[in-house]
């Protein structure tokens, strides 16, 4: 059993995705919906797995920012579903919900954010908040079994 550290990113661009060899996977503006994320995010592992003389996928590990967009909840349900049939078909998921890294102008900080949908400062409430740094989806490793 091997483990890989996958070296990729997903952007989203206008209808479908760019990938390039870079370490991180992040999201644009563009509305990208969990089920083409996880087909997208699926080819690669199958990718990876077939170069690495792979006969199965035993693991995933995503990691998703938190004002990525994505829902956790919803890629564990279609992930699930663009896996069956394939060689990552039962496969166990493993998702880290990223914080997404901001800078407070009023108190002059940096300060991390969970939820998009609170969007003020947790130490003086300013709603001023410039996001520095959110991961968006990444494809974090993947645990294959050789042949």
């Known amino acids: ?14 209808n479908g995705l760019f990938f390039a060899l870079t370490g ?4 644009t503006r563009d509305v990208m919906h969990e089920i083409t994320l996880c087909q997208r995010a699926l080819e690669i592992v199958e990718q990876q797995a077939l ?16 004002f990525s967009c994505v829902e956790p909840a919803s890629v564990s349900f279609c992930f699930e579903l663009v896996c069956r049939g394939t060689i990552a078909e039962g496969c166990q998921l493993h ?16 300060v991390q954010l969970l939820s998009q949908h ?5 130490d003086c409430g ?8 959110d991961d968006g ?4 490793r993947i645990e294959v079994i050789e042949e």
């Not at 890989?4 to 206008?14: F, S, V």
């Open 1 to 14: 059993m091997s483990i890989r550290d996958l070296p990729l990113k997903i952007k989203a661009i206008n």
């Open 24 to 27: 991180e996977v992040e999201q």
């Open 51 to 66: 170069a690495n003389h792979a006969t199965r996928v035993s693991a995933v590990w995503l990691k998703i920012g938190a």
């Open 95 to 110: 998702i880290e919900e990223q914080l997404a890294e901001c800078w407070c102008p009023t108190c002059q900080k940096y």
């Open 118 to 122: 609170v969007r003020r400062c947790p």
């Open 126 to 133: 300013s709603d001023r908040l410039r996001i520095v740094a």
């Open 137 to 140: 989806f990444q494809i974090q």
